[in-house]
């Protein structure tokens, strides 16, 4: 057992505590990472809330981090004491269903017990006061030290800044990805992104790599206009300076309607606005944001008749162990920007203020510092 500083989530909508926690060793097929930074990213706060259905207290969530292997268990080839990894809340064990599918980058290896908040073993590594915490999205980056199975670990190389490129493991690489990866945005499309924060953000960066002709950003928060200009979007639009609905808006301003647009809030009325602001015959709206447990999406059939189509992505696609070292890469190269993302840095004691700032518009992404 090891001590490990953690941001403990003991009941949904109280603020996280900070106290020292119990940490098992790796078992077989584990690793044990020294977490050295995280991002906090709105499914934290959609967890801590209660609405998830998956939330399982008393937790440890976050899963948006950077560290540094610190043990290896029994049988773990791929990975070595010293290595630098991002944990990966879609693991990647290349030999399940789904991994060799070639069709998706949901992996199924490990997915049942995570969604309990537990190791593949059914078991957890975490402890308070000899009671066990559960795990969170199989990451748990929240604590200083966490456990993850080998195969939700992307090797990483050491010159990156895991201050920086925690948010490669969500919000950054889900946003690019969701355009490049789930609807393959092509050469001079018109694009609507629905919510500007992290993920919103980040499908900017997608669609200007994808060479999109025009991005229309939408947002009830007027100071997202700045940094999504700076991005990439052409046009901003506040819903709240119109009284129709936003979706006849952007169809009127696009001359039918957008060739691809993205829900990057997980409100299930604008999932409908986004999938309704698509062109006839071609449009695609791709689903990215998470909706409360429960909520349903609804529109006309004769939207979809008509020949628009209705997708969803999960961390962008991307499959984690073969292809975030690419995304690492272009965040060295400065083609993928992280210094935007991060308007806020703090220490662990201060995690709850995180949480306030993202709640009330004031950060894109808050870095915790180990
Ligand atoms: P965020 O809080 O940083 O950003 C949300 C943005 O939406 C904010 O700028 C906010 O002003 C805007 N917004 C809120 N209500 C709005 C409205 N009615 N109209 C227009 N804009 C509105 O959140 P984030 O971290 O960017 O996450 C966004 C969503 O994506 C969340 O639902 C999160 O859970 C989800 N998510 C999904 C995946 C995935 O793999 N599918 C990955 C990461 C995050
Ligand atoms: N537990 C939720 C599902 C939440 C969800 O959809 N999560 C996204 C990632 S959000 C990251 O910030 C995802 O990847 N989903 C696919 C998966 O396998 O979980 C619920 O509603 O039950
Ligand atoms: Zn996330």
Not at 116 to 129: A, I
Request: some cysteine; hydrophobic content about 40%.
């Amino acid at each position: 057992m090891i001590k490990s500083r953690a941001a403990v989530a003991f009941a949904p909508n109280e603020p996280l505590k900070i106290v020292e926690v119990d940490v098992a060793p790796p078992k077989a097929g584990e690793v044990l990472v020294r977490i050295v930074a995280t991002g906090v990213c709105h499914t934290d706060a959609y967890t801590l809330s209660g609405q998830d259905s998956e939330g399982v207290f008393p937790c440890i969530l976050g899963h948006e981090g950077g560290g540094i292997v610190e043990a290896v268990g029994e049988g773990v080839t791929s990975l070595t004491v010293g290595d630098h990894v991002i944990p990966l809340y879609t693991a990647e064990c290349g030999e399940c269903k789904f991994c060799k599918s070639n069709k998706t980058n949901l992996c199924s290896s490990v997915r049942a017990t995570q969604g309990k908040g537990l190791m593949p073993d059914g078991t957890s590594r975490f402890s308070y006061n000899g009671e066990p915490i559960y795990h969170y999205m199989g990451c748990s980056t929240f604590s200083e030290y966490t456990v993850l199975p080998e195969v939700s670990l992307a090797k990483i190389p050491k010159e990156a800044p895991l201050e920086k490129v925690c948010l490669l493991g969500c919000g950054v690489t889900t946003g690019i990805g969701a355009v490049l990866n789930t609807a393959k945005v092509t050469e001079g499309s018109t694009v609507a992104i629905f919510g500007l924060g992290g993920i919103g953000l980040a499908a900017i960066i997608g669609a200007k790599m994808a060479k999109a002709s025009r991005i229309i950003g939408i947002d009830i928060n007027p100071a997202k206009e700045a940094v999504a200009r700076e991005l990439g979007i052409t046009d901003f639009v506040n819903p709240k300076d119109h009284s129709k609905p936003i979706q006849e808006v952007i169809v009127e301003m696009t001359d039918g309607g957008v060739d691809y647009s993205f829900e990057c809030i997980g409100n299930v009325q604008l999932m409908r606005a986004a999938l309704e602001c698509c062109h006839k015959g071609w449009g695609e709206s791709t689903i990215i944001g998470v909706a409360p447990a429960g909520a349903e999406i609804s529109t006309r059939p004769f939207q979809l008749v008509t020949g628009r189509v209705w997708r969803g992505s999960a961390f962008g696609g991307v499959k984690g162990r073969t292809e975030l070292p690419s995304y690492v890469e272009k965040a060295q190269s400065g083609e993928i920007p992280l210094d935007t993302f991060i308007t806020h840095n703090m220490g662990l004691d201060e995690i709850n203020e995180a949480f306030e700032l993202m709640h009330e518009g004031k950060s894109i992404r808050t870095v915790i510092h180990f």
